[in-house]
């Protein structure tokens, strides 16, 4: 009964929920110490508190595959099925990165390809540093924005095999979604305008003012004034004696 799917649950992509996780893997994390100990009778409100506690992402490691706490909290969320309010909120969490990452996640496995173009792109702008552990059991140092790049574009990300994703061209020629700016994009612009407002200031410091022209110039109709001779008052020579 405590690894069943909530009776209330829709199917995603036409399947159990739980069915998005290969069943090899399901019965590992089935059988692992932090399922029975930790996620025996999680709700929506309480799945939060576990994932604030979250130290690093990976999905299985080790010969005997055991499952990391958070491949066991994104099965849990598969189980339950919180509202995408409250995924929505794990997203936008800036506080408590691997909660941001565990929402993503479940995003990218449940969401439509709009919904996670839409609430996982805004993140590649995080360059947060995580850990991340892999098949030995090892930790591996990572971002944000790279992980969320992976959950977009690779086949398999904590060893679960992500819902085939729909390419962002095609939405956008559709106008079913608008084209991405990115944020390097934006800081290019803004390098250009100022760069352009340089040239300008710099311009406009060249071209001498009206003043100085009218300096430079002879006025023709003002009458010449005669030049003055002037002469050396020369001494005399005082006489011989």
């Not at 692992?32 to 506690?53: H, I, N, P, Q, R």
Request: hydrophobic share 30%; proline share 5%.
């Amino acid at each position: 009964m405590a690894n069943r799917t909530v009776k209330d649950a829709h199917s995603i992509h036409g399947t159990n929920p739980q069915c998005l996780v290969e069943k090899i893997i399901c019965t590992h994390i089935y059988e692992s110490k932090y399922w029975k100990e930790e996620c025996f009778g999680l709700t929506a409100e309480l799945v939060v508190d576990k994932a604030m506690e979250l130290k690093y992402v990976g999905g299985v490691y080790g010969g005997n595959i055991k499952p990391t706490p958070f491949l066991c909290l994104t099965l849990k969320m598969l189980q339950i099925q919180p509202e995408k309010d409250i995924i929505v909120e794990f997203i936008k969490n800036e506080d408590f990165k691997y909660v941001r990452m565990l929402g993503a996640l479940y995003m990218r496995l449940t969401g439509t390809a709009i919904d996670c173009y839409k609430y996982l792109e805004p993140l590649y702008n995080d360059y947060r540093k995580i850990k991340s552990q892999n098949r030995n059991g090892e930790f591996e140092l990572m971002h944000v924005d790279e992980f969320i790049d992976e959950l977009l574009h690779e086949e398999r990300v904590c060893d679960i095999i992500l819902p085939r994703l729909q390419k962002r061209y095609v939405l956008e020629e559709a106008e079913q979604l608008e084209p991405r700016v990115s944020a390097l994009e934006e800081d290019m612009d803004d390098v250009e305008s100022s760069e352009e407002e340089e040239e300008e200031d710099e311009k406009l410091e060249r071209i001498p003012s009206p003043d100085h022209r009218r300096r430079g110039y002879r006025d023709l109709d003002k009458p010449r004034r005669s030049p003055v001779v002037r002469y050396r008052r020369s001494r005399s020579r005082s006489p011989r004696r």
